[in-house]
């Protein structure tokens, strides 16, 4: 049987299951990952989402591996504006962040501060560090990558491939406005 592990909002009332190993565990630092961080970070309660040099931790799964154990009721979700496709959804109950779902996307990026401390995989690269404000330095201690890089695609179309190309759909219960 798959290992599973158990993550939660900060509150604890919205637990998801993960089953498996993650597709990876990255660090995004594109301009719509720390714009919604700031946002969902300015909410009453809610968590540190950015790390100190301004990237977003997501430890990506298929969506086939991660099940909602309780308080799906309060998912909600929000888009930065009515045009963009990808939503955010965060445990309301906290204002924890639990995840981003791009459109069509077999795969959630569930937000690292769902892991007990320490217990997070360890991301294996940066993203779209590209993006980041002129002047801003990263750390060295894994590749940042300028946009997605081929092995980033790969591992994604891999895990689309043992899913049978399927995209099963993530309990959400409304929006919210962040």
Same mark, same amino acid.
């Given at each position: 049987?798959?290992?599973?592990?158990? !993550? *939660?909002?900060? $509150?604890?009332?919205?637990?998801?299951?993960?089953?498996?190993?993650? !597709?990876? /565990?990255?660090?995004?630092? $594109?301009? /719509?990952?720390?714009?919604? *961080?700031?946002?969902?970070?300015?909410?009453?309660?809610?968590?540190?989402?950015?790390?100190?040099?301004?990237?977003?931790?997501?430890?990506?799964?298929?969506?086939?591996?991660?099940?909602?154990? #309780?308080? +799906?009721?309060?998912?909600? &979700?929000?888009?930065? /504006?009515?045009?963009?496709?990808?939503?955010? +959804?965060? *445990?309301?109950?906290?204002? &924890?962040?639990?995840?981003?779902?791009?459109?069509? =996307?077999?795969?959630? /990026?569930?937000?690292? =501060?769902?892991?007990?401390? =320490?217990?997070?995989?360890?991301?294996?690269?940066?993203?779209?560090?590209?993006?980041?404000?002129?002047?801003?330095?990263?750390?060295?201690? !894994?590749?940042?990558?300028?946009?997605?890089?081929?092995?980033?695609?790969?591992?994604?179309? #891999? +895990?689309?491939? *043992?899913? #049978?190309?399927?995209?099963?759909?993530?309990?959400?219960? =409304?929006? !919210?406005?962040?």
């Amino acid at each position: 049987m798959a290992e599973t592990t158990e !993550i *939660a909002c900060s $509150c604890g009332r919205t637990r998801l299951e993960v089953r498996g190993k993650p !597709i990876d /565990s990255v660090e995004c630092c $594109c301009s /719509s990952c720390r714009e919604a *961080a700031a946002r969902m970070q300015r909410l009453d309660g809610a968590p540190q989402v950015l790390t100190d040099h301004g990237s977003t931790p997501f430890v990506m799964y298929r969506k086939d591996r991660v099940r909602c154990l #309780g308080g +799906a009721a309060a998912l909600k &979700t929000f888009r930065l /504006s009515p045009e963009h496709a990808t939503k955010r +959804a965060i *445990a309301t109950c906290c204002n &924890t962040p639990v995840y981003l779902e791009f459109k069509g =996307g077999h795969w959630l /990026s569930l937000y690292g =501060g769902l892991w007990p401390e =320490g217990t997070m995989p360890a991301p294996t690269m940066r993203t779209m560090a590209s993006d980041l404000p002129e002047g801003a330095v990263l750390p060295d201690d !894994i590749p940042n990558a300028k946009t997605q890089n081929l092995r980033f695609f790969a591992r994604l179309f #891999g +895990a689309w491939v *043992a899913m #049978g190309f399927r995209n099963p759909k993530t309990p959400v219960t =409304g929006e !919210i406005n962040v």
